[in-house]
Every structure is written in structure tokens, then in C-alpha cells.
């Protein structure tokens, strides 16, 4: 019978996973599908490059709760009804919404990376929430000085997961075997996900994000209604592409007609 509720804690989390607030904030703040700006991913980081600080800060706390909140409320429930099992079923639940953010099956199975996803699978956890928090600042003042996200964010979970590792290793064997087997499952699926920044990164070509920048809103100076927006090619090389609202374009036809006529 507990085998039937940690696959049903699995498959919620997963379902809830496939909600994505990448693609529901950038819709509501700007318009923009996030899937076709930046790096085209549809997580916190391409947020963090095209929307700024602000809303990839946002986006980065609702995808935590996502999947940290269903696994902490199926640990409380484990731990009432199935003494023993409530760490199992938190990790199951958590690592079904990254699952369902990675791969989300309403998205065409075309998602994030679960990075801000793991970070709410560790920073919920009873145990684990203040050991992430620590660690998560050490990351953030990190990233001041190493401007290349995917190396933080693998920095963070590896930590989490060798602390987690050891934490968990006095639990009952074949417990502690399940949730070393999640740990780590997960750290190898963000490793594969990211394997095109560590193949740029060992070339040479992989992109800062100039964090900052994004932090302290230093911006060069630009045309009104105009937008910097950072596109990455297939090969992960930078470009650049100027975005102009419809106003502003209205606006200069209107003027580029008046200057026709006056040429006229």
C-alpha cells in the first residue's frame, strides 16, 4: 500500500511541476513567449538575461515552492500515516516536479533545467532548509565573481547533494539507499541539461550574464521604446538584437511619410 502512495506523491509532482512561471511571468509582464528570446529556456536564468533581476528573482522563488511545498506537505502526511517513509516521499514528490518542469508533458515534453526546482527540493526539507540557505548565499556572492550561472548552480546542488548524502546515511539502509539513488539521479539529470554550457565552457564560447549588471540595473543608454535583447545562435554565440515596440515603429514610418513628401 505505501508503494501506491510514494508512485501517487511522484506523479502529483510531476503534474504540478509542468506549471512554469518562466513562461507565465514573462507572458504577463512583457508579452513575450520566453521560449523565443535569450537562450530560448524556459527557466530562471533566461530570465535573469532578458527580463533583469527582479522577475528572475520571482521566478526563481515560485518554481522553489513548486516543488518544495507539495514534498513538504507529503513528508508531514508520510510521517503521520507511514512513520519512516517521510523522507522518501519527500524526495520522490520533489524530484517529480523537477521532472515535470524538465519535461512537462503540456510543453511537449520541452522545459527548463530544474535548477531553482532543486533548490526548492533542498531548501523545504526540515532538515536540510538552513544548510541550503547558507550555502545559497555563498553561491549568490559567488556569482558576483564567477559570471557563468550553469557553474553556480551545479556548485549549489553538488554541495547539497555530498551534504544530503551524509546526512541521510544514519536512516534505516534501504531507505537511505532510495534516497541516495534520487540525490544523485537528479544531480546527473542537471549535469545532462547543462552539458552544452560545459562543452561552451571548455571552449571558450560560453556567455556571461553579466550579473552586476542585472543586479544593479546598469544599462547603456538606448532609443525609447526600444529593448537590448541577448540571443544566443545554435552554437551558443552571443548576438544582439534591437526589439522595437509597435508605438515606436508606428511612429517612424509616420515620420519616415512626412519625410518622403517634404523630399517630393
Known sequence: MVILYLAIALVVGYLIGNINFARIFSWAFARKDITTVGSKNPGTMNMLRTRGFGEAFLTLIMEAIKAGVPALACYFIFGEFFPGYENLAYFLSAFGGILGHCFPVFYKFK?????????????????????????FVI???LFFFIDYPFVISLTFILTMTIYSTCLFAIEHIILYIAVLCILWLNFALIVILHRGNIVRLATGKENKVHFKDKVFKRKGKKLEGQEDVEVLDENGVEEKEIVVDDKTQTQQDETDKTDKREEK
Open 111 to 135: 522545459g527548463g533545467k530544474g535548477v531553482a526546482c532543486t533548490f526548492g527540493m533542498f531548501v523545504f526539507h526540515p532538515q536540510l532548509w538552513w544548510v541550503s540557505l547558507i550555502v
Open 139 to 141: 553561491c549568490f556572492l
